[in-house]
């Protein structure tokens, strides 16, 4: 029987701004006043649940935001897209989404999460996959082993060694060799995220570590990895799944590799900005985490160690230049010095990179418009940091309006935190957070866009993308297999 090919987003009819017959300031101020938490709701319908990430928030959350702020065919923005939550909710609700990273694993994952594929071309690909690698486990093993050796370089090799038993390697090896076989490129996509998936887990996996999708991973010598080949029929089945859910929308989506702190947007040009930015001090450590498949896909793991040294929140303090904070990040950072210079330095480095994001956000979004930013606060020798606090002020220091700051509490049954029910009552990892903040800010002054089209910056000029051509997925990092 033929599969009917599916498109995204899920049966949603495209909503309207919710109660039109309000001001946006008011409609932005009871959104924000109403209910964030979403305990007990289903987060993992359409392809939220391809692949696991930490710290997302429930997409429930954006959802609120895009149907009370904004209308069919506006412009959502994540300048910080990690797993695409806001981006596909955008699409599924009938807007344009734009997103930016430069994490090559959150561009993969939010491309496939966002691309529509055929139903019965990623089965037969998918099912085919798994049936050749078997075979070339079962008879051609020496030649898979030989393919394992030239496929790493030294450091890289040595990272696979210690975190990969040969049996595994060799079942990874197998898989990935098919998997790149596969000429469409979209099929070939899903089919590598169903690969990094099995990786990176919220428990189990195929490595010799634990605790890896909380970006926490240590080595248990005493661990039985699962055989990469039945998670990957597991995977592949429960992704393809998740594909049947799916119907033709009309939403729309770009992802770009980029920086927030330097957007290639043109001023005033987006209607709403939800975004949730790294944590200080890599308290959530990304790279930690997604260099366990990336090095599958071909990426040496110093060059990945470089790239980590790029992420906002990092521990570096090699090429940073600090900016001057306002007076309540500032009095924080002093409180922290006194305890830690180098901790000071750290945070100090983490709210002088959300200064050059907070300023980017404020010039490119249209004014009167809204941008919701999500964190969480952290501790730093014992002293509350108040993130959100320091973050509202330097909203309000880059031109924003400060609304409000929400508080939701984290439902710690679901959000992947590296947080634990039974840990003692006084350990680091039980002094993260428990609730995060929705910081609510609002750009008003008398700049007005002229036009309906999204203009991004070139070093050369400018070019211009109107709603019915942003239908593309550009992931620079990305590399074929």
């Known amino acids: 029987m033929t599969i009917q090919q599916l498109r995204l987003p899920l049966s949603i009819k495209p909503s309207v701004s919710q109660r039109p017959d309000l001001p946006y300031r008011t409609r932005f101020k009871s959104a924000l006043a109403g209910d964030l938490n979403f305990h007990g709701k289903n987060s993992a319908y359409a392809s ?16 609120k935001f895009i149907e009370w702020l904004t209308n069919p065919e506006d412009l959502v923005l994540d300048p910080m897209m990690g797993s695409g939550t806001t981006v596909l909710e955008a699409f599924l609700l009938g807007r ?14 939010c491309k496939a999460k966002v691309t529509p594929a055929s139903l019965q071309k990623v089965t037969d690909a998918g099912y085919q996959t798994l049936e050749q690698a078997n075979i070339a486990l079962q008879h051609d093993a020496t030649s898979l082993a030989t393919l394992l050796d030239n496929r790493f370089d030294g450091a890289t ?14 079942e990874l090896m197998a898989l990935i060799c098919e ?24 428990s189990g996996g195929v490595s010799m570590a634990r605790d890896l999708a909380h970006t926490r991973p240590h080595r248990v010598s005493n661990k039985t990895p699962r055989s990469a080949i039945a998670q990957y029929r597991y995977r ?3 992704n393809i799944q998740s594909l049947v859910e799916l119907i033709a929308g009309k939403g729309n989506v770009i992802l770009l590799e980029g920086n927030a702190q330097s957007l290639t947007l043109k001023d005033n040009s987006v209607d709403l900005i939800i975004t949730s930015p ?3 001090a890599n308290a959530i450590d990304y790279m930690r985490a997604h260099k366990f498949s990336l090095v599958w896909f071909g990426y040496p793991i110093k060059e990945l160690s470089q790239l980590r040294r790029q992420y906002i929140g990092g521990e570096s303090l090699v090429d940073v230049q600090l900016l001057e904070m306002p007076d309540y990040p500032a009095q924080a950072l002093a409180k922290i010095a006194k305890r830690d210079k180098k901790k000071a330095r750290v945070l100090h480095r983490y709210y002088s990179e959300m200064t050059r994001c907070l300023s980017e956000m404020y010039r490119v979004l249209k004014p009167g418009r809204a941008a919701i930013v999500v964190v969480g606060t952290s501790t730093m020798r014992g002293l509350n940091t108040e993130t959100h606090i320091c973050l509202g002020e330097i909203g309000k220091n880059s031109g924003f309006d400060l609304v409000d700051i929400a508080v939701r509490k984290l439902d710690r049954d679901k959000r992947m935190m590296p947080a634990r029910k039974n840990a003692q009552p006084n350990s680091q990892i039980e002094e993260r957070m428990h609730e995060e903040y929705v910081i609510g800010l609002y750009k008003t002054t008398d700049r007005l866009l002229k036009g309906d089209q999204l ?24 590399r074929p297999g």
């Open 278 to 280: 790294p944590y200080a």
């Open 157 to 170: 090799r040595e990272f696979v060694d210690y975190w990969f038993l040969p049996e595994t390697q060799l």
């Open 236 to 238: 592949l089945k429960k």
């Open 179 to 202: 998997i790149e076989k596969v000429q469409d490129v979209i099929i070939r996509e899903f089919l590598e995220l169903a690969f990094s998936a099995i990786i990176i887990t919220k």
């Open 455 to 478: 203009c991004l910056k070139k070093s050369d000029g400018e070019f211009c993308l109107r709603p019915e051509s942003m239908m593309r997925c550009l992931t620079q990092s990305a």
């Open 96 to 109: 344009r989404g734009l997103g930016f990273d430069i994490d090559p694993l959150a561009l993969r994952l």
């Open 48 to 63: 939220h649940n391809f692949h696991s990430f930490p710290a997302k928030f429930p997409p429930q959350l954006p959802r």
